[in-house]
């Protein structure tokens, strides 16, 4: 394997460019996924943002997208016949990622090592690395009380107003060696169209890990999550809110301030390069594009500076 393009990435966004990212660059693509999402539930540890990754790269996704393709839902059925409460509905096969995944946890497998072995039976020939061993979990305080993430999303269906988000465990875990490894010798590293505040935030808010983006030599580049000024799906605009952020290019630069090098998006912005392009991935053709341009905009960029002491 030459150099990889490392994409950093969180939800539907980023795993729509990185299997655009897939059919460019091949088994160069690694992928940075959020685990701040994690949750572990009937048994299962299930980790949303790598599994969507996975199941992306694998042409495996439903058309809903998310879960497998296919997938049928008779444990979730099971569960609700014999009374339980089914806030967090998975798929059989889903679920059996999670119980996989929840085994080799249990016998002292990294959780690096755990998703590589997924990977690996979904056939990818990229990789998808969690961006963190030790548990990093999201909460949010909205609604005058503590949410963790995903009943957040699911409970409170992702409503603001946010009063305020916290990366609980991030400041004593860390990027895993394999992380730190490929954003040391990464020739391009992408900051995917996610949520800049709950997707890209915990990847960030690990200790050391915004110090090896700054000293790799490969441009850094984020892609927009928002499609002429506007977020289509999800909560992106009550969090950039809640961080202070206005809802706009503007926006996402400063979510990234000091980090990157170069925005692509659909209207411009100040302080850094943009490439204005479509950033709409709707179909394969449109995810392809999208990543071609952003590689080939990260290339030609310039590194900034070192910074001073």
Known sequence: MSAPVVVLAG??????????MLD???EDLVVVANTGDDVEIYGAYVSPD?????????DRIDARGWGLEGDTFMVMDGLRDLGAE???NLGDRDLAVGLERARALNAGVRLTDAQAT??????LRARVLPMSDQPVRTRILAHGRTWPFQEFMIKARGAGPIDDYDFRGARVAGPTPEVLAAVATARTIVIGPSNPIISIGPILALPGLREALLESQAPVVAVSPLVHGAVLKGPTAAFMQAAGLSVDTDGVV?????????????????????FETQVLMDDTGARRRLAEQTLEFALGLRRRAEPTE
Do not use: C, H, M, N
């Open 24 to 26: 460019v660059v091949g």
């Open 50 to 58: 790598p599994d969507l990754v996975t199941f992306w790269l694998a």
């Open 11 to 20: 939800g539907t966004g980023g795993a729509k460019l990185a299997r655009g």
């Open 86 to 88: 089914v806030w967090f």
């Open 118 to 123: 997924i990977s690996q039976a979904f056939g």
């Open 254 to 274: 400063a979510a990234y301030a000091g980090l990157i090098d170069g925005l692509v998006a659909d209207e411009r912005a100040e302080s850094v390069p943009v």
